[in-house]
């Protein structure tokens, strides 16, 4: 299978500020990445697709302008959770496929936000 | 559209016991099916996936699923628990491939190990 890293994987942050959390495919080309949100105890939640060259597309619900998403090259997609509150706090995670790979997807290991 | 269900939230085993975790899916296509385990705080692990091969399905650690199209169901099962599979496990189905398409989860279900 493919690798996928996430940094940070841990962050903590003062409400108000922004983070940007990475997702960067190690060892393939991936044409689409994924970002989760998943609740303590939950299901992941599917936030966005990122497609590497366009605009990311939400899924309902989703407020993109709180939550950016930059799909600048076929290794890295970027979240930027724009002024961060406590409500925001959460385990992100992303995915990466396509590419050489049309049946699976990699999941990152996850970044645990905390908002204080 | 697709959809899958999580029959139980929790199951508990013995250890050295087989284990089943139900999974029901709908799918609008054929669908490609997976199973995901995540333990405690990290990231998900893929078990097996399905994808309109072998309708019996071998993956990691024991695991084993089989794909029954009339029944709708692709039910995770492993013949002989281990403490180490006490962890949460997803049912995911992706109507095209899965690769560079969404995924849809299932709500999860918690298996616990007890000696």
């Known amino acids: 299978g493919a690798v996928v890293s996430q940094h940070p994987s841990r962050v903590i942050c003062k409400s108000g500020t922004s983070v940007k959390i990475e997702c960067r495919s190690l060892?393939?080309?991936?044409?689409?990445m994924f970002w989760y949100r998943q609740f303590p105890k939950k299901s992941l939640m599917l936030m966005a697709t990122?497609?590497?060259?366009?605009?990311?597309?939400?899924e309902q619900g989703v407020e993109k302008d709180k939550f950016l998403i930059n799909h600048a090259s076929l290794t890295l997609s970027t979240l930027t959770v724009t002024s961060a509150h406590p409500e925001d706090s959460s385990f992100y995670i992303c995915?990466?496929?396509?590419?050489?790979?049309?049946?699976?997807?990699?999941f990152g290991p996850g970044t645990r936000l905390t908002v204080l | 559209a697709q959809s899958v269900t999580q029959l139980d939230s929790h199951v508990s085993v013995s250890e050295g016991t087989p284990v089943l975790l139900r999974c029901n899916y709908s799918?609008?296509?054929?669908?490609?099916l997976f199973w995901y385990v995540q333990h405690p705080n990290k990231g998900l692990q893929l078990l097996l996936k399905?994808?309109?091969?072998?309708?019996l399905v071998k993956g990691i650690n024991g695991f084993e699923a089989e794909f029954k199209k009339s029944e709708t169901s692709f039910h995770l099962t492993k013949p002989s628990a281990h403490m180490s599979d006490a962890a949460e496990y997803f049912c995911?189905?992706?109507?095209?491939?899965?690769?560079?398409?969404?995924?849809?989860f299932g709500t999860g279900t918690q298996l616990k190990v007890e000696l």
């Open positions: 995915s990466a496929g396509g590419g050489e790979w049309t049946n699976e997807q990699f």
């Open positions: 399905y994808t309109s091969a072998a309708t």
């Open positions: 799918s609008s296509y054929s669908p490609s």
């Open positions: 995911v189905v992706s109507d095209q491939g899965g690769g560079g398409n969404k995924l849809t």
């Open positions: 990122s497609n590497e060259g366009s605009k990311a597309t939400y």
């Open positions: 060892d393939f080309q991936a044409t689409t």
